[in-house]
């Protein structure tokens, strides 16, 4: 039996940002220290830091964090959502009491494996 997986991208529809920045050094170019930022304006970036020569392994970790993050994020904020509703249905009904709001979290979506950056 096969299954259709779809997976929705958090970052769709978004400018997310990649900065490299390379720290001088006499070191030849490949091991000299890079730190690579991830992230959307206005917000904390994904940081991670290595060699240079790995400048592409660097990026796909904190591309793939930077999504993990997000998809938290957007989960959070549903749970939010789910809880304020909750709160204004029971605001609605004086005879009953008002019953603890639960956020009903979404199951974890795995990170998007076919992202392209280029």
């Known amino acids: 039996m096969n299954t259709t997986l779809t997976v929705d991208d958090p970052l769709a529809d978004q400018e997310v940002s990649i900065v490299i920045t390379l720290a001088a050094s006499t070191q030849p170019r490949d091991e000299r220290p890079a730190l690579i930022s991830v992230g959307l304006a206005e917000q904390l ?12 392994t660097l990026i796909n970790e904190a591309w793939i964090a930077f999504g993990v993050r997000a998809q938290v994020d957007e989960a959070a ?7 304020e509703e909750q709160v204004v249905a029971t605001a609605n009904t004086d ?14 979506k795995p990170p998007a494996q076919n992202l392209s950056l280029f």
Do not use: H
């Open 45 to 56: 970036p994904v940081i991670k830091t290595g060699a240079f020569g790995d400048v592409l």
């Open 77 to 83: 904020a549903e749970g939010e959502t789910v809880a």
């Open 95 to 108: 005879d009953e009491p008002a019953p603890t709001p639960q956020p009903s979290l979404s199951t974890p």
